[in-house]
């Protein structure tokens, strides 16, 4: 026993070294690396690519090495004139050693959605420089699209659908081929591309290319049919979620009637979700407004809305009320969202109009003063408070409130010809 023992005793210690020496090295790449990526974002673009290399030389069988030579190498290619002089290397340079680089990745990590990446990416960035140099305009060749494509446009689209292949599920491979398909006027494709990443993630926040200004209308189509497709198989998505978010899309596209049934089929499968005043929202926005008020009534009656929630239906209640002619109604929502949130400029502004059409002016200015003193964007208060006290004839006290909008925003002159007509009011009534 004793000679087992004494055996032990090297072994043990031989193997601690090896952990201990593995997880130095482990440990000092890993630092490698987060110094690589922060002379990258830097622009220390030199010794960014001095770090990738020694830890790829170190380790050849680190590929996030080769990934970040490669962005490097793409900076250098995408922006010569600016790398150039901090690397003293020009588009050639980079564009050889880029490929390289993707040669090794594409032979020894081909399973990689991330190598096909950074070949379309190379592809990209070769094409920008190439066209430099080209003499002819392909709309000159055809009129189709797709007759107009540049050879560095194709094995861009290859390399990308490759990424798509290599990991069906990325959402960010799809979304990127949809991308590129769309800006080169390949409109199936890209709605193809787009439809895919919507049904693998039907979330619409989760979509640049929904949020994008000036977004086509049948792009919003385009994503309605596929969060629909992602509750059938093989995606079974969560229906709740679907329709939540479905309800939300169809609002921003104005297809109110749509939204509405997007909510009552989140409402009949949710757990603990309250959709009843997103269906209440969405009524009010087609002009149901007896509808809503039921709507929302029947909402605030449940117990499953947060506070925020109740707040907002109260509010949205009583606004609408107060569009019906219901005053004392309406006042009675905005009173009860205040005990909720009493400094909410917009609440307190819509109590203070009901009770200036009520006759109560002095609850009413104790209202709009309160919205203008307490709120965090206070222009707006500040320009009712003082168009308040013109309407009651006490342009003496606009004058307060019109200074404080000068102090906020001096550059405005609209403010300061307000001030002088607000002299010229006060000047005038003490002539008489």
């Known amino acids: 026993m004793t000679g087992k023992r004494s055996r032990r005793g090297p072994i043990a210690g031989i193997l601690l070294a090896v952990v201990l020496a593995w997880t130095g090295v482990r440990v000092s790449a890993s630092e490698i690396q987060a110094a690589g990526r922060r002379a990258f974002w830097a622009a220390r673009f030199h010794a960014a690519l001095s770090r990738y290399t020694w830890l790829e030389r170190w380790n050849p069988l680190d590929l996030e090495a080769a990934d970040g030579r490669m962005e490097v190498l793409l900076a250098a290619m995408e922006s010569p004139g600016v790398v150039a002089a901090e690397m003293g290397m020009d588009f050639p340079e980079a564009a050889r050693r880029g490929g390289e680089v993707l040669r090794r990745l594409v032979t020894d990590a081909p399973l990689r959605p991330e190598t096909w ?21 392909l709309q000159e060749i055809s009129l189709r699209p797709e007759g107009n494509l540049e050879p560095e446009d194709v094995l861009e689209i290859r390399a990308r659908e490759r990424s798509t292949r290599v990991d069906p599920n990325g959402v960010y491979y799809w979304d990127t081929l949809g991308d590129l398909c769309w800006d080169l006027q390949l409109r199936s494709l890209g709605r193809g591309a787009y439809g895919e990443s919507v049904r693998l993630l039907p979330d619409p926040s989760k979509h640049i290319f929904l949020a994008a200004a000036g977004r086509p209308p049948e792009l919003g189509e385009v994503a309605v049919q596929a969060m629909e497709r992602a509750l059938g198989p093989p995606r079974n998505a969560d229906p709740e979620s679907v329709y939540r978010n479905l309800g939300t899309l169809l609002l921003r596209l104005g297809r109110f009637a749509e939204a509405r049934r997007a909510f009552e089929k989140a409402e009949k499968v949710a757990v603990v979700g309250n959709y009843i005043s997103n269906q209440a929202f969405a009524a009010a926005h087609q002009g149901l407004d007896e509808e809503a008020i039921r709507l929302y009534r029947k909402a605030l009656a449940q117990d499953r809305l947060e506070a925020g929630g109740r707040f907002r239906n109260h509010v949205n209640l009583g606004q609408l009320l107060e569009k019906a002619g219901r005053h004392e109604e309406a006042a009675r929502e905005l009173q009860t969202a205040l005990g909720l949130r009493p400094r909410d400029p917009r609440a307190l502004l819509l109590l203070g109009q009901i009770d200036e059409k009520l006759g109560r002016v002095d609850e009413a200015e104790e209202l709009y003063v309160k919205a203008a003193e307490t709120s965090e964007e206070p222009i707006a208060p500040l320009v009712n408070l003082v168009a308040f006290y013109r309407r009651i004839g006490r342009p003496a006290e606009a004058l307060i409130p019109a200074r404080r909008l000068v102090e906020l925003q001096p550059e405005e002159e609209v403010y300061r010809k307000l001030i002088q007509q607000l002299s010229a009011e006060i000047g005038s009534r003490r002539a008489r």
Not at 122 to 135: D, M, P, S, T, Y
């Open 117 to 137: 990446a950074g070949v379309a990416d190379f592809f990209g960035a070769l094409k920008i420089e190439n066209q430099r140099h080209r003499v002819y305009a």
